[in-house]
């Protein structure tokens, strides 16, 4: 079974930096579109970015310039490090992959932004 487990959330200052990691496990990683999205209390889940098999990225608005999507294809992980850090961007970031019909979801780790 896909299995995906997010990791690198954590408390960081306005204007600061985040990497976060996505670990795929079950399936073969480097067919298949990753995302990341993020949801607040109240609101609906976001895409962030996504990362095709070919490599071609995707952005939200309010992350352009700011967020990179990138991925590890020999290592099963994606990334996205995250720049210049607004406490709107303060969310559970949740890592997400489709394979055979299916959507798969991790965990997702805690991002929160304040001084």
């Known amino acids: 079974q896909v299995q995906l487990a997010e990791s690198g959330g954590g408390l960081v200052q306005p204007g600061g930096s985040l990497r976060l990691s996505c670990a795929a496990s079950?399936?073969?990683?480097?067919?298949?579109?990753m995302g990341w999205y993020r949801q607040t209390p109240g609101k609906q889940r976001e895409l962030v970015a996504s990362?095709?098999?070919?490599?071609?990225?995707t952005y939200a608005d309010s992350v352009k310039g700011r967020f990179t999507i990138s991925r590890d294809n020999a290592k099963n992980t994606v990334y996205l490090q995250m720049s210049s850090l607004k406490p709107e961007d303060t969310a559970v970031y949740y890592c997400?992959?489709?394979?055979?019909?299916?959507?798969?979801w991790g965990k997702g780790t805690l991002v929160t932004v304040s001084s």
């Open positions: 079950a399936y073969i990683f480097s067919n298949y579109v």
């Open positions: 997400n992959t489709g394979v055979s019909g299916l959507t798969y």
């Open positions: 990362s095709s098999s070919g490599g071609r990225t």
